[in-house]
DNA sequence: AAATGTATGTCAATCGTTTAACATGTTTGA
DNA sequence: TCAAACATGTTAAACGATTGACATACATTT
């Protein structure tokens, strides 16, 4: 592929000129710029990115860990990320860790070789590892991250609290939460303080049932989810982890012939595509995670220019009702 | 941070030295190894990748240009392809173009820019736009590209056939098509015409609906497939040209009040996630994304070292027999 | 006429590696 | 004992840009 001195010897000036004009530097006579970008055009000239990063001491990539492409959730946030990138001019690196502490801090490293201009990163070894000295910002997303610059995440205690006020305000009086892993600090288990704070102020005292497996995608919790209506068949709400396991959920409820909302009332979390592609659809929890992808990439831009950002930046949640209640 | 520079000082060698202990190149005795080894440890050191593909003339890293990110085939097939990129030491850089000819072009021109060792493209601007001269190469994904070294698909025209079958002989007279775009060469238009063969087989003609929209996520095929329904109410059989389409189409008998799949069966295409999170689950056509992936990703590898490879990779597809049929 | 500012362009160091070409010993084997 | 092979390490030129320091020429001011 052409070079900056192929276009330079094309047009018969020094490679520091033609640098000018490609990056708009210094005074360049108009003359000389349309002869250069003629020069470019006809060798068919793409600046070296891989040059360039080396001799600015920076690059424009983003690396993003996360623990899963696949789930709904997170291809969402991923397809926002992409997108707010781009408008900010970043690339996009892409790494998927499945939760795994180890792939996690090889992929760490792998942004650190490749000077990414900051990290978002969705760990699950927030306890287990520090990260420091990265020389790039880092972003938690959804998790707190000691090492990290700033978290971005939303208020998962608002939505459990919204989650269990529509449910009770519908009629319900035995309502269950229902969901995947939930150590401390993650989001279900924030999610899961909210919703028994308030079904505490209403005075009832809801079951909580938590996965046995937590995969992501690898398991079905329908059969689960089966037992556990069985094993408490008054239950007439379900708050859901996510809208996934909300969709199983219903079909669970389909199974026994329970029937949604009759007889049973469901809330999800997230509001993603799952939940708009059941019968009924889902009433959810609608994460912003538009705005806060975006919050992601302004964060490391802030931070690169040498601001100072907040260390949390925390998103409302809001109810979006649909047919399950 | 650290450069091979700062390591040489430390242990008093060349750098020349130490980058050959970095590289498993040429004879290094056991204590010089671990002498560098040690001060690497010491100083945190860790190779700048830049750099290194600077020198090396080539990257680890392959593009991907997808139109959606979200959609839960491409969310699949994303998550595919990264495993398959990390078996093989490739990092994946994300596009999303979302079917805009202009955005592929950029992204192509920005994988350039990068020298990506590869450049995995899902095009929906096959025949706008010619690549060539790209220095690396061109797999194009379930689309015939001219300019790519390699296509990898699915064969659709099989996926529509064996839907026909599976709905005639589980008693369909009046089955129908239901997809999105359908222009000549991509997928839907080969599924179609798999689809109308066998019926015809069959001595069957089926109806064929194209929804108006085409915006992969942004649009809900209900309302359309509601109308669609009403006008023609003796169709008892729908294939649908994605299990999203498939979920849609559930949810449009459900309102209807028709019973699937009693009255009306359906057949999805894809095998992906929401497929299993209806009620009744979809039986549907499954694509070996993960196998397409990793012939992808090594087509790619094959490619630049130099082999030839086949300029096609068609995939057979199989029947999944769920619950719409 | 000297000083200042504007306009145009060249030079060479630098970014952090890789790698071919050398230099210099030390073993071995015939 | 001499050459070949082995072992260890150095040097310096790439790779393809960026960028500060210069050089030169002309037009205005003062």
């Given at each position: 592929m052409a070079t900056l001195k192929d276009v330079a010897r094309e047009v018969g000036l020094s490679v520091g000129t033609v640098s000018r004009v490609l990056n708009n530097r210094g005074y360049i006579s108009a003359e000389t710029r349309a002869n250069v970008r003629a020069a470019m055009q006809k060798l068919d000239y793409q600046p070296n990115e891989v040059a360039r990063s080396l001799s600015r001491q920076r690059t424009s990539t983003i690396g993003l860990i996360m623990p899963s492409i696949e789930h709904p959730y997170f291809a969402r946030l991923i397809s926002c990320l992409e997108r707010s990138a781009y408008e900010r001019a970043y690339k996009i690196l892409l790494f998927c860790a499945y939760g795994i502490p180890d792939q996690e801090k090889k992929f760490v490293e792998a942004c650190r070789s490749n000077r990414v201009a900051g990290l978002i990163i969705c760990s699950d070894s927030v306890r287990t590892e520090t990260f420091s000295n990265l020389g790039f910002p880092l972003i938690s997303y959804e998790r707190y991250l000691d090492s990290s610059d700033a978290c971005v995440l939303c208020d998962n205690e608002e939505g459990g609290g919204l989650a269990a006020k529509e449910l009770i305000e519908r009629g319900c009086r035995r309502p269950a939460y229902l969901c995947g892993r939930s150590r401390v600090g993650m989001p279900a288990d924030m999610r899961k303080d909210g919703f028994l704070n308030v079904c505490r102020q209403y005075g009832i005292s809801p079951e909580t049932y938590l996965f046995e497996a937590d995969r992501m995608l690898d398991v079905q919790y329908c059969p689960e989810i089966i037992s556990f209506l069985k094993e408490h068949p008054?239950?007439?709400?379900l708050f859901c982890g996510s809208d996934v396991i909300a969709a199983e959920a219903i079909q669970a409820a389909s199974v026994l012939g329970i029937?949604?909302?009759?007889?049973l009332k469901i809330v999800g979390f997230d509001d993603v595509l799952p939940a708009v592609l059941t019968s009924p659809k889902i009433t959810t929890i609608r994460q912003p995670v538009k705005e806060m992808a975006k919050a992601c990439i302004e964060l490391i831009d802030k931070k690169n220019s040498g601001e100072s950002v907040p260390s949390r930046s925390v998103f409302h949640v809001s109810l979006v009702r649909r047919g399950t209640t």
């Open positions: 008054c239950t007439d709400g029937d949604v909302p009759g007889r």
